[in-house]
């Protein structure tokens, strides 16, 4: 047994405060979201987590693994009540939405257990933040209870079913160099976020720059 989930914890820990600090981000927390950057971010969302659901579904045996927190069907609800009916044919994915999607695909195929550090950073996230981020959304957007699925998860008891899933990290059988890899590509997954949030807000570049200071950072200090 590791104690994975606290080295993951410990080792993004930067760069998930860099994401909370984007300027979308902040400014989303704040109450400040629009229809339009909403019904894009979801848009964004919907390809990566389709992307993610995927290649997990084609591995036997993903330890992860839980439909619970499957997020595809969920978006394509709430995309549908945005859009309307012909929603597949309206919505394309940005260009860091793109990139994101492919570096899922390519690990997917290459090295399909660096795909639990892009389960832990956006499925622990979304079980974190999820209502908090649905309520401020709710009220930003005078939505009622439609537009809102992507944060409900079936989950009864939401801080012991988030032991369970730290209980199966630290049970994984990673070696120190495979724990290594895994908290790089958990770094780079906050980068791929950091990217497709500043990319709503416009400036990209800003990402860039922050994650590459906090990854070299982060490195030194091991």
């Known amino acids: 047994m590791t104690n994975l989930a606290l080295q993951l914890k410990e080792g993004t820990k930067v760069s998930h405060s860099a994401a909370e600090n984007t300027k979308f981000v902040s400014s989303y927390l704040k109450g400040v979201v629009s229809k339009d950057n909403y019904k ?9 987590y389709r992307a993610m659901e995927e290649e997990i579904e084609k591995l036997d045996d993903f330890p992860l693994h839980d439909k619970l927190l499957n997020r595809t069907n969920k978006l394509e609800t709430d995309l549908r009540y945005y859009y309307g009916v012909m929603w597949r044919d309206l919505i394309i ?12 695909q390519v690990i997917g195929k290459q090295s399909p257990y660096l795909l639990v550090a892009h389960h832990y950073t956006r499925y622990m996230g979304d079980l974190s933040g999820g209502q908090i981020l649905s309520n401020i959304t709710q009220k930003s957007l005078n939505l009622t209870t439609e537009g809102l699925k992507f944060y409900e998860f079936d989950i009864p008891n939401m801080k012991e079913y988030k032991d369970k899933y730290r209980q199966s990290l630290n049970d994984l059988p990673m070696s120190p160099t495979q724990i290594d ?9 906050f980068k791929l976020n950091m990217l497709l949030f500043d990319e709503l807000q416009g400036n990209p570049f800003k990402s860039i720059v922050k994650v590459l200071y906090s990854y070299l950072k982060e490195r030194f200090k091991r």
């Open 40 to 48: 894009q971010l979801l848009t964004n969302f919907y390809y990566v």
């Open 93 to 104: 994915p940005s260009q860091a939405t793109a990139n994101y999607v492919k570096r899922i």
């Open 181 to 189: 890899m895994l908290i790089d590509e958990a770094n780079y997954a």
